[in-house]
């Protein structure tokens, strides 16, 4: 019984201790960056061509803005954000260059471990809500899945209320959206607005 009480009681202590921990390192905050961005490929038939032109994308900075929360326990913690995110990248169609722009809300939820001093690294899957995509001289549909899951993984450093990290994001899956030329209907295909994006971020706690 002794032995009971005094595991249970071990455990009570624990629990208050981790809630006090959480309560005074955790928190939430604001963020913003630039992302350089580059898409899927574009697959477009020019007339009556037999074969398709594949063109893969070049990459353009973007930027992006939201929020974020930060629960720590130890040397490890959770980091869910809420953030909007303009990416931009270019493809060269019949020899003239288009630029894709994409909006979208993104929700990265992140496992982090501090590794040393200020230093830490994370990763995790982002959920991303597609909200525009246009393609320049083209009309466009919107993409194939309004939702869609990827990766991102990185490195930081919190200086104070400040952090500053470097992420890499890879979309899963493919997410097309189906396109034709404005000026006349000679040029069609379709293009992939899956992300594969370099993330530079500031951020503030609270």
Do not use: C, W
């Not at 722009?101 to 995790?124: C, E, N, T, Y």
């Amino acid at each position: 019984m002794k032995v009971r009480n005094s595991i249970l009681l071990s455990a009570i202590f624990a629990l208050v201790g981790i809630s006090a921990f959480a309560q005074k390192d955790s928190g939430f905050g604001i963020k913003a960056g630039l992302n350089y961005s580059q898409n899927g490929d574009l697959i477009a038939s020019v007339g009556d061509a037999a074969e398709n032109i594949v063109q893969g994308s070049d990459g353009k900075v973007g930027y992006h803005l939201g929020v974020f929360g930060k629960l720590e326990l130890a040397r490890i913690y959770v980091r869910p954000e809420l953030v909007y995110t303009k990416t931009s990248s270019s493809y060269d169609v019949n020899g003239a260059s288009s630029k894709y722009d994409i909006s979208k809300l993104d929700v990265p939820v992140l496992l982090g471990v501090k590794v040393i001093g200020p230093l830490h690294v994370f990763a995790g899957p982002a959920f991303q809500y597609i909200l525009k995509n246009d393609l320049e001289n083209f009309s466009i549909n919107d993409a194939e899945n309004d939702f869609s899951v990827g990766l991102q993984i990185g490195a930081g450093v919190n200086l104070g209320k400040l952090g500053l990290d470097v992420r890499y994001e890879r979309g899963f899956s493919e997410n097309e959206a189906q396109f034709v030329g404005d000026n006349v209907t000679d040029i069609s295909g379709r293009v992939d607005s899956r992300p594969s994006q370099v993330i530079f971020a500031l951020s503030v706690k609270l």
